[in-house]
């Protein structure tokens, strides 16, 4: 009975510092990190692809032939009698390292995946409707690793342990945005949160001390299921507002977040040769979505489009007694991030009939900000470099095919890495998107067939 307390006294902790095998896999998950084993996995970078390739910014962009899906109150510059939708996919190419008793172990792995299904329409004058279905959060990951435990090696064996976990949650908004009076425009929106996270372990006794047949192995699984509403307000104020010269838009959003009570389904089986014990429960688990606040200007004029956002998540206060154990000992909590982005777009000549060049959009951005959970007290940073272009589709016309690229990493600095085993995480995403504008007057009836 000593035994299997114990054992599943390891079996159950997670374990973001399990040395990994090498390989390259592909697979449908939306993501691939160690990083993702703990609450409700790795958040997504949010918006449309063009905003993703100027860093994510885009809280006070406006436009009446493209998407914004960061901020409901952009919903109400949608033109009468034209009808916006945008559709992307992305494929990552994730490589993990990581440091530990004097080896290093490397990972690689790719995922394609769907991004974002979004439109915009008008329902009055000055009054829009937007609707956008993106991932919120993704979970996926493989590690391998061998309790390092004296009273487990002499009373069991060398005990190894493999823990998996895929699954996602996606965010459904849909609000309608409101020009208030000139240059200044409210939204809000309806945000439903769903989704299954399945986490899995096993251990096996690969040196069995105590004789053949007494132990084989623990199998245990965790169901997350979320279905949860929230919800999101966004002003938008143009400041300067020339249409034919320059625009310079403030723009601002709060989401009012909330306990996302997530159901979650524990089963562990544990036996010998001579039987198995099943142990079932089903909790609901207290984690919170952050209240979060984000800020951003956005200048824009025939040529150019500059874009700079600041983002606030509360996750620590929420979470103050959310906690879980990795296997080294150390506790995996949550904190308050600060997220600073930034992202320019030129395009030299939309109106050039010749060069199909001078009417290409090129972007460029760059993401800095904190980890949203800290790792025996110690914090991470993470950032990203990201580019982009938009060719569109025909001359005089705003539709567009986008394509964008991203570079990021994740880690602490070398002595906090090799002390909590962290793995150093590079990345890169690669996107395709298509934004349709409504340039053939939908809805219109015509005149002569």
């Given at each position: 009975m000593h035994v299997k307390k114990t054992i599943v006294k390891w079996v159950v902790a997670a374990a973001v510092a399990l040395p990994c095998g090498a390989w390259a896999q592909t697979s449908s998950i939306n993501a691939f990190s160690p990083y993702s084993m703990y609450g409700i996995g790795e958040l997504q970078t949010q918006g449309a692809l063009p905003t993703r390739s100027m860093g994510g910014?885009?809280?006070?962009?406006?436009?009446?032939?493209?998407?914004?899906?960061?901020?409901?109150?952009?919903?109400?510059?949608?033109?009468?009698?034209?009808?916006?939708?945008?559709?992307?996919?992305?494929g990552q190419n994730f490589y993990n390292s990581q440091q530990r008793d004097g080896r290093t172990a490397r990972t690689s792995y790719n995922t394609f995946n769907f991004h974002d299904i979004a439109l915009q329409?008008?329902?009055?004058?000055?009054?829009?409707?937007?609707?956008?279905?993106?991932?919120?959060?993704?979970?996926?990951?493989?590690?391998?690793?061998?309790?390092?435990?004296?009273?487990?090696?002499?009373?069991?064996?060398?005990?190894?342990?493999?823990?998996?976990?895929?699954?996602?949650?996606?965010?459904?908004?849909?609000?309608?945005?409101?020009?208030?009076f000139k240059n200044f425009s409210i939204g809000v929106a309806g945000q439903y949160y769903w989704g299954d996270i399945d986490r899995s372990f096993t251990t096996t006794v690969t040196n069995n001390v105590v004789g053949s047949g007494s132990f084989t192995a623990a199998i245990g699984k965790q169901t997350y299921s979320v279905s949860r509403f929230m919800g999101q307000v966004g002003v938008q104020w143009d400041i300067i507002n020339q249409p034919?010269?320059?625009?310079?838009?403030?723009?601002?959003?709060?989401?009012?977040?909330?306990?996302?009570?997530?159901?979650?389904?524990?089963?562990?089986?544990?036996?010998?040769?001579?039987?198995?014990?099943?142990?079932?429960?089903?909790?609901?688990?207290?984690?919170?979505?952050?209240?979060?606040?984000?800020?951003?200007?956005?200048?824009?004029?025939?040529?150019?489009?500059?874009?700079?956002?600041?983002?606030?998540?509360?996750?620590?206060?929420?979470?103050?007694?959310?906690?879980?154990?990795?296997?080294?000992?150390?506790e995996v909590a949550y904190r308050n991030t600060n997220t600073f982005k930034a992202g320019l777009e030129w395009t030299p000549n939309r109106m050039d009939v010749r060069r199909i060049l001078k009417r290409w959009s090129y972007r460029v951005g760059f993401r800095y900000g904190d980890y949203n959970q800290t790792f025996g007290g110690k914090t991470l940073n993470e950032y990203a470099v990201t580019a982009g272009i938009g060719i569109p589709l025909k001359i005089m016309g705003a539709s567009s095919i986008d394509l964008g690229i991203e570079y990021g990493r994740r880690g602490g600095p070398s002595r906090i890495n090799d002390r909590v085993g962290l793995v150093k995480q590079q990345y890169f995403k690669f996107a395709v998107g298509i934004s349709m504008f409504g340039e053939d007057y939908w809805f219109v009836r015509p005149k002569y067939d």
């Open positions: 910014a885009g809280v006070g962009m406006r436009s009446s032939s493209r998407v914004n899906l960061l901020n409901p109150a952009a919903y109400s510059a949608t033109a009468p009698k034209t009808f916006l939708f945008d559709f992307g996919v992305e329409m008008p329902l009055a004058r000055k009054l829009g409707l937007g609707f956008s279905l993106t991932p919120y959060s993704s979970v996926g990951y493989r590690v391998t690793g061998t309790i390092e435990d004296d009273e487990i090696w002499g009373n069991i064996g060398r005990v190894q342990q493999l823990y998996s976990g895929e699954g996602d949650v996606t965010e459904v908004k849909l609000g309608i945005g409101w020009m208030l034919r010269r320059r625009i310079l838009t403030l723009g601002a959003t709060y989401d009012i977040g909330g306990d996302l009570r997530p159901d979650v389904t524990s089963t562990v089986y544990s036996g010998n040769l001579f039987g198995t014990t099943v142990t079932e429960q089903s909790p609901h688990l207290k984690l919170v979505l952050p209240h979060q606040v984000a800020v951003g200007l956005y200048y824009q004029t025939s040529r150019i489009q500059v874009a700079a956002d600041y983002v606030y998540q509360d996750w620590g206060s929420g979470n103050k007694g959310y906690r879980e154990q990795a296997s080294s000992g150390f």
